[in-house]
């Protein structure tokens, strides 16, 4: 819209505290799917978890009905990278399940994903968990004051390079998000660093990177929602909101804030 395009809404600290209470349920959401998450169980069943603990916290599941899908969580298998539909499918050891949770409290957004391995784990699949985990606190990182958008995408990019081989997709990314879910800007997952809008105290970005163990490309199936991989190899995606403070990155997914992952790359947090 005329005058509209690539407003980046700032949020006020209170509704900082809104975000960080919408992205706890996120957080508890997503370490009681941690914890369930069996061979033998379905997607559904993962998805009843979700539902039932968004509700008990008095939140509202961002991702029902928004655009039309149909159920509160994500789950994507193996090869399937992001937005797979809860159904029948059974989960059997071995398979990488990438559970993407969103909530909302008080009008006020929390979106966050982690991949788990169910059972024991392959080396390369290992491997691939810890290296897009990994490249996501990079990028959280550089969600400082002063830096600009692209350093948050080139830092991601770069640990992913300096992994292996692997495929960083391009078409999905992470974007602002605080009163809706998704909202300027898109956060890429590669680029150079010093690009983009100026990072400053009151914005919040989702960051997302998805990462394949082969290429980068990517098809969505029939049903209109689920991305795979064309080759068909697996994918990881690990996701956190970020609110940008002048005391640094408040990571409102995280339990806490981002504090410990961040120091260790001597990221200064909020107290
Ligand atoms: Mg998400
Ligand atoms: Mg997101």
Redesign the pocket.
């Known amino acids: 819209m005329f005058g509209r395009k690539n407003v980046i809404e700032l949020k006020k600290p209170e509704q900082f505290e809104r975000m960080r209470a919408a992205g706890l349920v996120v957080a508890d959401t997503l370490r009681l799917l941690r914890e369930s998450v069996t061979p033998g169980m379905t997607t559904a069943d993962l998805d009843a978890i979700a539902r039932e603990s968004i509700s008990s916290a008095g939140a509202t599941p961002s991702f029902l009905n928004y655009h039309g899908f149909p159920a509160v969580i994500c789950t994507s298998v193996n090869d399937e990278i992001v937005h797979g539909i809860p159904g029948q499918r059974v989960i059997e050891p071995g398979d990488v399940v990438s559970i993407d949770c969103g909530a909302i409290v008080d009008g006020w957004h929390g ?1 966050a994903a982690i991949s788990v391995v169910v059972g024991d784990a392959t080396p390369e699949v290992d491997q691939l968990l810890d290296v897009t985990e990994t490249a996501l606190w990079r990028g959280i990182a550089k969600a400082c004051v002063g830096g600009r958008l692209s350093d948050i995408g080139h830092a991601v990019e770069s640990h992913v390079r300096a992994s292996g081989d692997f495929g960083i997709v391009e078409e999905y990314v ?2 602002g998000i605080g009163s809706s ?1 998704h909202m300027d800007p898109s956060v890429p997952n590669y680029g150079q660093p010093g690009h983009g809008p100026k990072l400053v105290a009151g914005m919040a970005l ?1 960051i ?1 990177p998805m990462v394949n163990l082969g290429g980068r490309h990517t098809k969505m199936l029939d049903d209109e929602w689920t991305v795979v991989t064309v080759d068909g190899r697996w994918s990881a995606h690990f ?1 956190h909101t970020v609110a940008i403070t002048a005391d640094g990155p408040w990571v409102t997914t995280a339990h806490d804030g981002g504090a410990e992952r961040l120091a260790a790359l001597g990221v200064p947090t909020p107290a």
């Open positions: 979106d992470g974007h879910m989702a997302e996701e």
